[in-house]
């Protein structure tokens, strides 16, 4: 393959259980910037201590920090023959600091904007419930429990709405998504690399049409 998918959306778009299948089903490593802040606070290297200082001082990782992060963990083996990056990009500074590392590493880029319409947004991340025991994610309006209020795994379990699942704040979330992807996806899409799928529909159809692009 050697490319390096560049995954956007919004929260709520389905992008992260996208790029988990893909990892599952076609080994495509899944590198998320989530997880690999996660582990520096485990390592002990130069690096890793880096960015522990900067946590530990409350200040903000910078862009250049982010892409050595970003540089070290695609050096690995199992990105050799390419990789999908979910969270990073997120800035137009960012992703020309990814045209040198996809040049350094001969991969090509391509751009995938899961497209989801605001309105089917709120609802799914409104209508978010979870199981405290098992972590089983549901959904009032598309996937609720069978029992209202209760997990179908654990009966005992009651379901857990959380705080910032509110139409105010995620009403804000998508305004700070938008402000801040807007220039990235213009990017990709002046350099005609950014390719739009229908975010709605089925889990297998998603899929299928994601697969079917890479």
């Given amino acids: 393959m ?3 998918i560049v995954l ?3 929260p709520g778009a389905g992008k992260g259980t996208q790029a988990r299948l893909l990892q599952e089903r076609r080994g495509i490593p899944q590198i998320s910037t989530g997880d690999m ?8 290297t130069p690096l890793a201590r880096e960015v522990q200082e900067i946590m530990a001082s409350g200040k903000l990782i910078s862009d250049d920090i982010t892409f050595k992060i970003v540089q070290d963990r695609t050096s690995r083996d199992d990105c050799k023959n390419g990789y999908i990056l979910d969270g990073y990009p997120r800035t137009a ?12 590493q001969t991969k090509v880029i391509q ?4 497209d989801v319409p605001r309105e089917e947004l709120m609802r799914r991340l409104t209508g978010r419930r979870s199981c405290p025991s098992c972590g089983e994610i549901y959904n009032v ?13 654990h009966p005992d379990a009651e379901l857990v709405h959380r705080a910032d699942d509110n139409e105010e704040s995620v009403s804000t979330r998508l305004a700070t998504y938008d402000e801040q992807t ?17 975010g709605r529909g089925e889990l297998e159809e998603i899929y299928a049409a994601l697969d079917k692009l890479i």
């Fill in 93 to 104: 500074v960012q992703a020309e600091q990814l045209e040198a590392l996809a040049a350094e």
């Fill in 182 to 198: 807007a220039p990235l996806i213009e990017y990709y899409e002046k350099s005609g690399r950014l390719n739009k799928i229908d």
């Fill in 8 to 10: 956007i959306g919004a």
């Fill in 111 to 114: 751009a995938i904007e899961v």
């Fill in 141 to 153: 309006y598309s996937k609720p429990p069978k029992v209202e209020g209760r997990c179908d795994l």
């Fill in 37 to 44: 802040f996660r582990e520096m606070k485990t390592l002990d």
């Fill in 2 to 4: 050697n490319k390096i």
